[in-house]
């Protein structure tokens, strides 16, 4: 089943640190609960000029002040003018630095009228630019249909923002498409579809290729680093950050940008659980939802990529065996002889989780190369398990399947059917079986081994333990000054929230009658992966179960990113359904 590392997963290896971690957070991009964005991520690198030490971005603007309701009451807000947010530990801290090469203060950063935050000076004749683009369909063929890159052309930025959201994070937005500060009034006829893009990880952030899956012509586009990653602040920041509190920041944001109602929320991966709780929370602001590697972060999922007897240490069983050799779990699964877990005793949370939790300690403790030796091998492993869906930056111009079947689709009028790759009916599989008696077949979960804890009530956040490393270990070529201007937000975040997965998610049972019954009438479009290792499509079938209203379409060869061809083609046509019913 598992196709191994290919020669570019190999190269990484033996790569600096330093480089490994850069990688991680910008190219390898979100794998658990995330995105993995390799080839473009590269590319917005490049774009951006960033080098490894700028990558401590901070934030230096002031912003408009909307206090959550979940914010802490530590502090009140008057005026326009906030400070920075200072991080509560001083080793993670950033020193303001200009953000894309811009110095902060300059006539080219404007205030809004709106409150008081502070943009970016739009692009010149940006808006003029994505009219033209568009207009030259560039990117589709002769019949119309978008070619081998599936994606629009890369667009202009037309302005960013920050928000304050509480006394500790300050949030970043981007916004690409269309730009209702300069249309014209033939274009106030046609006014723009609103989309938000909602990134996973925990803690992948947004990059500008995030933009490209939707029409610039139709949409005014929407990106933000959701707390404690991107170009958000505090980077790393692990107060104030549940799931509750981003659900409440895309509400916060809507207002802020005056959009009466968002037409579409797109969320991969962490970021289809984001999605789904926004709209369960917040119905009346969301019109449609495109969903991509479901996720629904149930303490199965996680138990799927980080625990002892999960499906992905299965898959994988070297890759898991130095996943934990490198925090000194032993064969048992205990930490260094701990004898407290007995064999008898197999599923318990806390040996099937002694190795999340010892990478809890290394990540999220003071110890800055403690916490960097961890991120490389977070990374490693990360790495390993994208790799067995097959999927690679590499492969962006092939597609990945010579079967005639390419496709399993469920809508609710028609049930399930095998489709080409023209999206034209398919009767039978080539082992002669019709689509609804290979759906089954298609789970990978191992029942026996995943459990859940039987209630979400009482759940509290770990509380975080000095940790020594083993002492065999390499020692990493890297000084300890330098290690401090690193903050690892992904595997940050994807750990602290995996760890906490019962405090985060106590609110939230997403599957629940109760929660689906509030989005019932919300058109969806699901995009899973037939072959995802991340996020298996146990859950986008758990989710189908109870809410068949929810059009679900399997990509039978693809795997977890939204890059891959089959995928990012799925994707565009779902935004340009949507589009066009939203138009008529």
Request: hydrophobic content about 35%; proline content about 5%; some cysteine.
């Amino acid at each position: 089943m598992a196709r191994g590392w290919t020669p570019n997963h190999r190269m990484l290896l033996f790569l600096p640190l330093s480089v490994l971690v850069f990688l991680q957070e910008c190219v390898a991009g979100p794998l658990r609960f995330g995105t993995m964005q390799q080839s473009a991520r590269a590319g917005h690198l490049r774009n951006r000029q960033t080098s490894l030490i700028s990558r401590q971005i901070s934030f230096v603007a002031p912003v408009a002040v909307r206090k959550s309701s979940l914010s802490d009451d530590s502090s009140s807000f008057g005026g326009s003018k906030i400070n920075a947010p200072v991080h509560p530990n001083p080793q993670m801290a950033r020193k303001p630095i200009s953000v894309f090469g811009m110095a902060v203060g300059t006539t080219e950063n404007r205030t809004s009228q709106s409150g008081g935050a502070t943009f970016k000076a739009r692009p010149a004749q940006a808006q003029q630019n994505v009219n033209s683009t568009n207009s030259s369909v560039s990117n589709r063929d002769a019949n119309g249909t978008m070619s081998q890159t599936n994606l629009y052309p890369p667009l202009p930025r037309n302005c960013n923002g920050t928000l304050q959201v509480d006394s500790i994070h300050t949030l970043y937005y981007e916004e690409y498409g269309r730009d209702p500060a300069n249309e014209s009034e033939a274009d106030a006829l046609h006014p723009p579809l609103t989309a938000l893009f909602l990134h996973g990880g925990p803690g992948a952030g947004c990059f500008p290729n995030h933009a490209r899956f939707f029409d610039p012509a139709r949409y005014r586009i929407i990106l933000f680093d959701q707390r404690g990653c991107g170009r958000s602040a505090p980077r790393g920041e692990t107060r104030n950050n549940s799931l509750a509190h981003l659900v409440e920041d895309c509400e916060a944001l809507r207002v802020e940008l005056g959009v009466d109602k968002w037409d579409v929320v797109l969320g991969g991966s962490w970021g289809a659980t984001l999605a789904l709780a926004y709209a369960q929370e917040y119905p009346g602001s969301v019109s449609s939802i495109i969903l991509r590697g479901v996720c629904t972060f149930r303490s199965q999922e996680v138990e799927w990529l980080f625990g002892r007897d999960g499906g992905a240490s299965v898959l994988n069983p070297a890759g898991w065996k130095e996943f934990e050799d490198a925090v000194g779990i032993d064969a048992s699964g205990c930490k260094g002889g701990d004898t407290r877990y007995s064999e008898d005793n197999h599923n318990d949370l806390e040996k099937r989780r002694a190795a999340l939790h010892a990478y809890y300690d290394c990540l999220l403790g003071e110890d800055s190369l403690v916490r960097l030796q961890a991120a490389k091998s977070w990374f490693k492993w990360e790495m390993g398990i994208s790799a067995l869906a097959g999927f690679s930056g590499n492969d962006k111009d092939k597609d990945n399947s010579d079967s005639p079947i390419a496709c399993l689709q469920f809508r609710k009028r028609t049930g399930w059917e095998f489709l080409d790759k023209g999206g034209q009916h398919v009767a039978l599989n080539s082992a002669g079986q019709a689509a609804p008696d290979v759906v089954s077949s298609l789970r990978q979960w191992q029942r026996s081994s995943i459990k859940s804890p039987s209630s979400r009530n009482g759940a509290k956040i770990r509380s975080i333990q000095q940790y020594e490393l083993p002492a065999n270990l390499t020692p990493l070529n890297c000084a300890e000054d330098e290690a401090k201007q690193f903050i690892p937000a992904q595997a940050m975040l994807t750990c602290f929230y995996s760890v906490n997965d019962k405090y985060m998610m106590q609110k939230f049972d997403l599957l629940s009658k109760e929660r689906i019954e509030r989005i019932r009438h919300i058109p969806c479009i699901a995009v899973q992966g037939g072959q995802d290792t991340i996020c298996p499509i146990d859950t986008a079938l758990d989710l189908h179960t109870v809410w068949p209203e929810m059009e679900l379409r399997v990509l039978l060869a693809s795997g977890h990113s939204m890059y891959d061809p089959a995928i990012s083609r799925e994707l565009v046509r779902a935004t340009e359904r949507l589009q066009q019913e939203g138009t008529n």
